[in-house]
Structures are given as C-alpha cells and as structure tokens.
C-alpha cells in the first residue's frame, strides 16, 4: 500500500493521569538517532536490548499512516531472577520498554512506564526496591542519550514513595537534572562528544557476543551468539548499522564495527586443534558487551 492509499491518524494530546506511572522526555533528536543513543546507553548501563519493534511499519502494513515511531523492549536474566524470586505474578513488569514517538509539531518524546510505580504494587519490599533501582536506571539511560538535546519534561510531577524504603525515585521536573537525580554525573560522564564519535571498546577489551534473536536481516552468525573473545582491532571510520539500513532506518546513525576474535575452542568445545586458533569477524557495536 502507498503513503498516499494509507489512513493518516491523528493524535491526541497525552491524559494526564498517565503523568501518575510514566516518565517522558522530549528531545531535539531524530527518531533514528534517539533509538540508536538509547540502544547504546542501555547496553553501556550492563542491560541487554531484547528487540526493538517498528509501530510505523507495522501500522502502514495494516493501513495506516502514523510519524516515526519506535519501541525498545530491554531487560537482564540477572534482573528477571530477583523478579521471580520475589513474586512470579510480576513477571508481567518485565521487559522494560521505552516508546519513542515523532509528534505531530515535530518533536520526539521518549515514554517509560515507572518501574517503582510498578513493582511497588505487588506489595514486596524486595519488588519495592527493585523497582527503585530500575526507576533510576531508566532515567540515567534517558539522560545519558538526550543529553544536551533535552527540550522540557513531558510530566514535571509526580515522585513515588517506595514502602517502607523512605526514598523517592528521580523526578523530571524543571528543576536542573543535575539535582534531580544524583546518578545525572555519573551517566553524563559516559557521553561521546557526538554518536559514534567514540568506540566504546579498545583493542584487547574482553568482550561478549549478545545473546539474542531480531526478527528478519541480522548479521551475526547464531553459532557466535553468546561467546565470549576479545577485540583485535576498532573498524575505523563509524559506519552504519547494515542490519537497520535493511529495512531503511538509521541511514544517518553511525557507530563502530570491531574485528573481534573467538577462540576455536569457545565455539567448538572438542576443538582438537592448536588453542592459539580462533575465528575472526567484524562485528557492530551494539552486538557486543564488555566482561
């Protein structure tokens, strides 16, 4: 179906309510470069991204036609075990999830549903506490991809108490981030000047292949998945991700490839060979994480 054929939707303004379990920000990023920023925030804060769906495409193939829109789901098996240690019914809190939105006016907001909001429901100081990390963890995320690009806080409201924990998640007010949230420092520092500018890992840095399955064009062999090795050399200059340029996004979005190199014995562990062999290959930047 052409753009032409397709039912444009109209939006309406955000409900207030929704101030009361979700956090926003709106941004002078692209769609493309947010979702690229956030991607490599959430990996940088040691969380694993789990898929990233397009609503846009989704919805033209359906028959309508909305702006650019993205949905990241992200998460951690570390962070799923404390869940069903403390109360199997929340497993419905997780993933997390952010929303990335092209308004109408132009502008890109990003949405969370509330993590302390969430867990605190379910009446379990271990969930209460979870979820008060992960309210912090999502806004040092935020931060830490919009940066300087930050126009004002969707909702400048409400904090949430965790039970019996006497603390309160950041807010996002408009009030200096930096005394919102003490975390603000630390996620600042792991900014680049500009995306991509920066490899994130050196030659030698240990590192692990991510263990995950995209849905269509992806270019990291299955067999590679999940072992670990170490980067020979950073693939200069940042390129863009091919596996995004597939279906069309991300044309401006540059980062780095690394040729990475995995012992024979890490993928073959009857490997009879001499253990000084391994396999090499190039691999993008938010295919990897560092051990």
């Known amino acids: 179906m ?27 990023l692209s769609v493309a470069d947010l979702v690229s920023q956030l991607r490599k925030a959430i990996e ?3 969380l694993w991204v789990l898929q990233e769906i397009d609503p846009q495409s989704l919805l033209h193939r359906g028959g309508y036609a909305i702006g650019a829109a993205r949905q990241i789901l992200f998460f951690h098996p570390r962070l799923m075990a404390r869940v069903l240690a403390a109360d199997p019914a929340a497993l419905l809190e997780a993933p997390l999830k952010f929303a990335i939105l092209e308004l109408p006016g ?20 271990a969930l209460a506490d979870l979820g008060q990390e992960l309210a912090e963890t999502c806004t ?39 005394d ?23 030659p030698g840095d240990h590192i ?45 979005s540059k980062l780095h490839y690394y040729r990475i190199a995995i012992p024979m014995a ?8 001499s253990p000084r062999d391994g396999l090499r290959i190039e691999v993008f930047e938010t295919w990897l994480e560092k051990i």
């Open 208 to 252: 692990r292949v991510l263990t995950r399955s995209p849905v269509g064009h992806y270019r990291v062999p299955t067999s590679l998945r999940g072992r670990t090795g170490w980067v020979e050399a950073v693939i200069e200059p940042p390129a863009i991700d091919n596996e995004q340029e597939a279906y069309g996004r991300n044309a401006g």
């Open 106 to 125: 132009g502008a890109v907001t990003v949405r969370w549903i509330d993590p302390a909001a969430a867990f605190a429901r379910y009446d379990r100081q």
């Open 140 to 178: 040092e995320i935020v931060m830490a991809a919009i940066g300087p690009n930050t126009t004002a806080a969707v909702n400048p409201s409400a904090t949430h108490p965790s039970p019996g924990a006497g603390r309160q998640t950041a807010r996002m007010g408009s009030q200096p981030l930096k």
């Open 44 to 46: 940088a804060s040691g």
């Open 266 to 273: 890490e993928i073959w562990p009857n490997y009879v060979g």
């Open 2 to 28: 052409s753009a032409e054929q397709a039912t444009k939707v109209s939006y309406a303004d955000p409900g207030e309510a929704a101030a009361a379990f979700q956090r926003s920000r709106t941004c002078t």
């Open 180 to 202: 919102e949230c003490p975390g603000a420092t630390t996620a600042m520092a792991r900014l680049v000047s500009a995306l991509g500018e920066e490899p994130i890992f050196r």
